[in-house]
């Protein structure tokens, strides 16, 4: 089959872009007019020309996916056929990448499958949770109830994100304005004062001279550091991603003290709220936990709900496994264990989530609190040295003079 590019117009005179795979061109214009449009020109891509986007739009945000699940669930709660739904909301959507995945979402409902299978086929826009729940809605008849719920699924968890990036971008920007400045300090304030001291004959001690060392290090390989610092960050962003680089960072994040307990709330409060919102659906406990460890940012969280997954199989009650991974906090596996015993499990999963949601807004809060001084004392004593060395030679010439 080969590849070909497409211009038409769809129903509301809106012109549409993009490529099919076929045998022919007939068979690309038949496919284009069975979905309702009209064809305006279609060609054979070529290896330079196939599957290449100008699109650089990323991923829509929870915040996005929020936005179109209470969208969703409004127009079709009002009577509009999700043909027309999905119409409505593709020309609303900002981002691109989600605006093509929603024409393309029409096109297949409009074939004939359903709204799940045609989510399904777009795993990078629409998640394995929302495909689920639009399934398990599907399935009852209250698809817009499903939605609806996705809609606070993934406000709740844009909030908490936020809260976390919130946490981590305030050290960061002080960070490299802080190297910036010493970098600054270093390549243009202190070589004037050496060249003053150079003047003036005098002896320098020992801290001057090494920030002097530090300087003409820097000024005379510059062009190396750079290249070295730079293939450092991608080095570990590369070992991040890998199997072993994702056990070594995530068992990282759970061993400083500052961090360990904002990760291990905001991990509790993600697994409460998902899972609550998957039983609630409907969807079987089994494959709820193994779509909520998918879910999951951390590996070990992750491979601990995995496991738990195994021991469900064979009956073994989830507060089990959760006790025994030893990564959840104890409130997690007794009210887990507690909503077992009374049958409510989807409801103290639910108190779990608003509990730990709150957790966590309190703990960004305490650890920004902490950080802040630490932050102060660090730049403190870096200013500290670079003025040490620069004051101490004028001092001791001043002492010097004195004694004449």
Request: net charge negative; glycine share 6%; hydrophobic share 50%.
């Amino acid at each position: 089959m080969a590849a070909w590019g497409f211009v038409a117009i769809d129903k509301s005179g809106k012109e549409i872009k993009g490529s099919k795979e076929a045998d022919n061109e007939e068979q690309v214009k038949r496919e284009l007019k069975a979905q309702g449009l009209i064809v305006l020109e279609v060609t054979e891509q070529n290896a330079l020309t196939k599957d290449i986007s100008l699109d650089f739009g990323g991923n829509p945000t929870p915040r996005d996916m929020a936005v179109f699940c209470r969208q969703f669930s409004s127009i079709t709660r009002a009577g509009v056929t999700i043909i027309q739904t999905m119409s409505m909301l593709a020309e609303q959507t900002e981002n691109k990448k989600m605006q093509k995945a929603l024409f393309a979402v029409k096109a297949d409902v409009e074939k004939g499958e359903t709204f799940a299978d045609s989510l399904a086929k777009h795993p990078k826009v629409f998640p394995e949770l929302l495909v689920q729940m639009a399934r398990a809605g599907e399935a009852s008849g209250s698809l817009d109830t499903a939605m609806e719920r996705m809609a606070v699924q993934f406000e709740k968890s844009a909030k908490t994100q936020a809260l976390v990036k919130k946490a981590m971008i305030y050290p960061i920007v002080v960070a490299v304005v802080a190297v910036a400045v010493v970098i600054l300090m270093l390549v243009v304030v202190i070589p004037k004062y050496t060249d003053m001291f150079a003047e003036l004959g005098a002896e320098l001690p020992g801290i001057t001279l090494a920030v002097i060392a530090m300087s003409d290090f820097i000024k005379k390989f510059w062009f190396i550091i750079i290249p070295v610092i730079i293939g450092l960050v991608v080095a570990i962003r590369a070992y991040s991603k890998t199997f072993s680089g994702k056990h070594v960072f995530g068992k990282l994040a759970l061993k400083i003290p500052a961090v360990a307990n904002l990760v291990t709330k905001s991990a509790s409060a993600q697994m409460a709220r998902t899972l609550s919102t998957l039983l609630t659906a409907g969807v079987p406990l089994v494959e709820a936990v193994d779509i909520v460890a998918d879910t999951m940012t951390n590996i070990w969280f992750k491979e601990a709900l995995k496991d738990a997954v195994q021991q469900i199989i064979i009956g073994v009650p989830l507060s089990q496994p959760l006790q025994s991974c030893k990564l959840f906090p104890p409130m997690v596996y007794h009210m887990v264990g507690i909503g077992e015993e009374a049958g409510s499990t989807e409801e103290m999963l639910n108190k779990l989530a608003d509990y730990y949601e709150e957790e966590v807004e309190m703990a960004v809060q305490s650890l920004m609190a902490a950080m802040e001084p630490m932050i102060i004392i660090v730049l403190a004593g870096i200013v500290g040295v670079l003025l040490a060395a620069v004051m101490a030679p004028m001092v001791t010439m001043y002492s010097a003079l004195d004694s004449l």
